[in-house]
Nanobody, 126 residues
Framework: VQLQASGGGLVQAGGSLRLSCAAS????????MGWFRQAPGKEREFVAA????????YYADSVKGRFTISRDNAKNTVYLQMNSLKPSDTDVYYC????????????????????WGQGTQVTVSS
C-alpha cells in the first residue's frame, strides 16, 4: 500500500485543519488505519486509529474530543479532522496502514503498522 498524506499547514491556536491520507496499490478496506505524530528526537506518538470498515475508532487522551478520524473506503482515503488546535499539537503527522490482528489491543503501537505515508507538517501558533 502506498500512502500519501496531505492537508498540513500553519494555523492559529483554536483553529482547525483536516488531514487526508490517500491510499493506492492494494485493497484499502483490508487495512486498519492510524494517524501518528512525531517531533524531532522523539518517538512516534499515537493520535487516532480506525478499523477496516470504520466501526471502531480510538483516540489518544490528548486529542479526544478535539480530533475525529474517519475513512471513505470508496475513495481509499482516511481523514483526521483536527479542531481546537493547540500549540502542543505541532508535529509532523503520519498516516499508517496495518493488516493487524487483535487491533483493539495494539492499535496505539506504531510498530504494528506495515505501511507509512511521508508525513505532513502541522504547526499551531499561539
Amino acid at each position: 500500500v502506498q500512502l500519501q498524506a496531505s492537508g498540513g499547514g500553519l494555523v492559529q491556536a483554536g483553529g482547525s485543519l483536516r488531514l487526508s491520507c490517500a491510499a493506492s496499490g492494494r485493497t484499502f478496506s483490508n487495512y486498519h488505519m492510524g494517524w501518528f505524530r512525531q517531533a524531532p528526537g522523539k518517538e512516534r506518538e499515537f493520535v487516532a486509529a480506525i478499523t477496516r470498515i470504520g466501526i471502531n475508532t480510538y483516540y489518544a487522551d490528548s486529542v479526544k474530543g478535539r480530533f475525529t478520524i474517519s475513512r471513505d473506503n470508496a475513495k481509499n482515503t482516511v481523514y483526521l479532522q483536527m479542531n481546537s488546535l493547540k500549540p502542543s499539537d505541532t508535529d509532523v503527522y503520519y498516516c499508517a496502514a496495518g493488516d493487524i490482528g487483535s487491533f483493539s489491543a495494539i492499535y496505539y503501537s506504531y510498530r504494528e503498522y506495515d505501511y507509512w505515508g511521508q508525513g505532513t507538517q502541522v504547526t499551531v501558533s499561539s
